[in-house]
């Protein structure tokens, strides 16, 4: 939903942009996209995945949790973002948390595990 969103938005925008609005949309759609070749190329992308997982888990710490323990959340605009980011936990479970620790954190080489073509 977030890419088709972002695309039709950037394609079918007239006159000038805010910098800042701009920069959301193309971050959303170039992010969906990225993750949508993740599908096919797991492991080439889990960069975008553990971008992924930092974002939307920082934001559900430093946003969705503080009004949810103020019971403010519900009713809010935050709510939707909030059911949308809990998602996260599907893609977080099937993470391949092992290769993530040896490569990324303690950099073990790995160019035998994936084949380049």
């Avoid at 972002?6 to 969906?32: D, F």
């Avoid at 070749?37 to 080439?44: A, D, S, V």
């Avoid at 889990?46 to 934001?59: A, E, H, V």
Wanted: aromatic residues 22%; charged residues 15%.
């Amino acid at each position: 939903m977030a890419g088709k969103d972002s695309w039709t938005k950037i394609l079918q925008h007239e006159g000038s942009w805010q910098p800042e609005v701009a920069v959301a949309w193309c971050a959303i759609a170039a992010y969906t996209t990225l993750s949508g070749i993740g599908i096919f190329h797991t492991l080439r992308m889990l960069p975008i995945m553990l971008f992924m997982f930092f974002y939307k888990g920082l934001w559900l710490i430093v946003v969705a949790y503080p009004l949810w323990t103020n019971n403010q959340l519900i009713g809010s605009i935050y709510e939707e973002w909030t059911f949308t980011f809990l998602i996260l936990v599907i893609p977080f479970l099937f993470t391949p948390w092992k290769y993530v620790f040896d490569y990324y954190i303690l950099g073990r080489n790995y160019e035998n595990f994936i084949e380049y073509k």
